[in-house]
């Protein structure tokens, strides 16, 4: 959650990149984030699919259950809440006082996380769609929060070389604009909060996530493109235009990808587009962000019923045809000899995930 002090570009780049950085949270919200904790070897299972099937469970998902096991899903009030305490310890340790920005007991949002709910499955899509303009997670009413910076009153008593200490402690150096985003973000309290609560292993010798990521995504495009799974996809199609939605080309996989996102993405980005543009100009990134976030929030009001009424019939038609217990057996096969060929890579990312949970709860 890395923010630069002082004022922003007032005009269109600054806006411009604040609408797509929510855009692109849309989008990046479908992603999930493995846990931290190393699990027995994988043992293929059961899991329930969006009507409630039993479902085969390939070799390579029971391994990302077990490393998620017991592992809580925070939403994004949750993260910042944790965020905050972490930077107000380590400014501690700098010789400053901090006090944590408290969002928590200003913002009321229901969110996924709240309710226990799986992205895919029937109950997630009636109480949020496909998570692009529900704010699932509660990000957008998080950042639309407006409220005052508690520590402002203590920076302004500081002398001017101790406000810049201050600065420094927080954000690390000064970065030029052309170097935001390629530099280290642990550099200062805030990017090392980040680092430490957030940020994954890095690529070793035994594996390199940004690969196995790459990698994986080709193994499950492959199964979606399977002979058996385009029969199953025809009849998607078909369905979804029974359902008053036409035009529908691919369903994707677990209401993350496809047609119906794509769609929804489009008119989430137009429709944000046209409300950030009626906002009035921001002077500092930190109000980009927030009015960025306003906005997403009025077209929530707008697309919200839409997305979830599409959700629905896509988990249904994935249901009623056979697609979803299609998909699910294909990709079992697909996994069991792509697991096969990579254990050892997932095998060492585990361990390095739970070397990682361990020195922070040390």
């Keep these: 959650m890395r923010t630069a002090p002082g004022t922003g570009d007032r005009g269109g780049r600054v806006r411009g990149a604040a609408v797509r950085a929510v855009t692109a949270l849309a989008t990046v919200a479908a992603l999930g984030v493995a846990g931290c904790s190393a699990g027995s070897d994988p043992d293929p299972t059961a899991s329930a699919g969006p009507a409630g099937d039993e479902l085969p469970l390939g070799d390579l998902d029971a391994f990302w259950e077990g490393l998620r096991a017991g592992e809580p899903v925070s939403d994004a009030i949750t993260q910042h809440t944790q965020l905050q305490e972490a930077i107000a310890a380590c400014m501690a340790e700098q010789g400053f006082e901090y006090t944590p920005v408290d969002v928590e007991s200003r913002v009321d949002v229901t969110t996924a996380a709240d309710l226990g709910l799986e992205r895919g499955t029937r109950e997630y899509a009636a109480q949020f769609g496909y998570g692009i303009s529900t704010d699932d997670m509660g990000y957008y009413a998080m950042t639309a929060d407006t409220a005052a910076d508690p520590n402002v009153e203590y920076v302004a008593s500081l002398s001017a070389a101790a406000q810049d200490a201050y600065t420094t402690a927080l ?50 495009a492959a199964a979606r493109n399977d002979q058996r799974v385009a029969v199953e996809r025809d009849e998607w199609v078909a369905c979804m235009a029974d359902a008053g939605y036409p035009d529908m080309v691919e369903p994707g996989d677990g209401l993350l990808t496809g047609t119906p996102v794509e769609i929804l993405q489009a008119e989430f980005s137009e429709l944000l587009m046209a409300a950030q543009a009626e906002l009035p100009p921001a002077e500092t990134m930190d109000q980009v962000s927030a009015q960025a976030s306003q906005a997403a929030l009025a077209v929530k009001a707008q697309l919200a019923e839409k997305e979830i009424d599409m959700a629905v019939a896509d988990v249904d038609c994935r249901a009623t045809t056979g697609y979803t217990a299609v998909l699910a057996e294909v990709e079992a096969e697909y996994e069991a000899e792509y697991f096969a060929a990579h254990r050892a890579e997932y095998e060492a990312y585990a361990d390095a995930w739970a070397e990682l949970r361990a020195a922070r709860d040390s």
């Design 171 to 220: 954000y690390g150096r000064p970065v030029p604009v052309e170097e935001m985003g390629a530099t280290d973000a642990g550099e200062g309290c805030e990017g090392r909060a980040v680092d430490e609560l957030l940020a994954g292993p890095e690529a070793t010798d035994a594996f390199d996530p940004m690969a196995l990521w790459e990698e994986e995504s080709a193994m499950r």
